[in-house]
């Protein structure tokens, strides 16, 4: 997810135009949370990651104008709910609870929650997570998948953003972190000094799939999804995927 990020600094006023040729309607407002490189994170003032590229290059070939706007996480949704946004990206998982109140379009990402820990952990999978503190994003994937395993429970901390979670555990406020394998592995990789680990648990952790989200029965739906989907089909997607990833997506697994 995005080489060499700073996962610091959050601006949530930060909004990033972008001009996509002669789109035929109003600018479009698409919503973000940046702060969770290599998806999307902020470089000073500009919004930029995966996401982002994506993003860019689906409304290139949708023919359509945006601007990316830094809203945060959860008020995205209530941006989505209450029409003031016209769509969100922002590594958001497809699932059926949030389909009961969103659309989303196909899967854009292969994802899995993956295990942040100190070096020298005693930690070697998920159910090692059992009475020990872990910090997760608030009303993500990850806390969804440690409350299936043990429960609600107060050694579950949640935070604003994944940049907070992972501060908790350089703290020692925490023993590890459940993310994304992508944001994990970006930001252990790029802070060797931390000497951190990271731990997969496929066994535990399911595979989840991202897609951009709108609001219920909202406008624009339909020609952005066949935008992605061509944009997947043509090449332009593995092209941004190897960008940010350094290697070949499976876009096999976004078909199915």
Not at 23 to 32: E, F, M, R, V, W
Not at 38 to 65: C, H, Y
């Amino acid at each position: 997810m995005k080489q060499k990020l700073k996962m610091g600094v959050i601006g949530l006023s930060a909004v990033f135009l972008v001009a996509c040729g002669a789109g035929s309607g109003d600018k479009l407002t698409i919503g973000t949370d940046a702060a969770y490189a290599p998806f999307e994170s902020l470089d000073g003032d500009k919004i930029v990651g995966f996401d982002v590229d994506l993003l860019d290059a689906v409304m290139k070939e949708a023919g359509l104008e945006y601007e990316m706007k830094n809203t945060g996480w959860e008020p995205l949704f209530i941006a989505l709910k209450n029409d003031e946004v016209d769509a969100g990206i922002s590594a958001i998982t497809i699932n059926d609870d949030r389909k009961k109140t969103y659309d989303f379009s196909s899967p854009y990402f292969e994802s899995i929650n993956m295990i942040l820990a100190k070096d020298g952990t005693s930690i070697t999978s998920a159910k090692d997570l059992e009475g020990k503190k872990v910090s997760v994003q608030n009303g993500t994937t990850g806390q969804e998948a440690l409350e299936k395993m043990f429960g609600k429970s107060d050694n579950i901390k949640k935070f604003e953003n994944n940049t907070l979670a992972i501060q908790a555990l350089l703290n020692g406020e925490v023993e590890a972190v459940v993310a994304d394998n992508a944001v994990v592995q970006e930001y252990a990789k790029n802070n060797p000094d931390k000497k951190l680990v990271t731990i997969t648990d496929k066994e535990n952790f399911e595979s989840e799939y991202y897609g951009i989200i709108f609001p219920k029965d909202g406008e624009h739906q339909e020609e952005i999804n066949k935008a992605l989907k061509k944009v997947i089909e043509n090449g332009k997607y593995a092209e941004i995927y190897k960008t940010w990833f350094g290697e070949e997506p499976n876009v096999d697994a976004l078909k199915q």
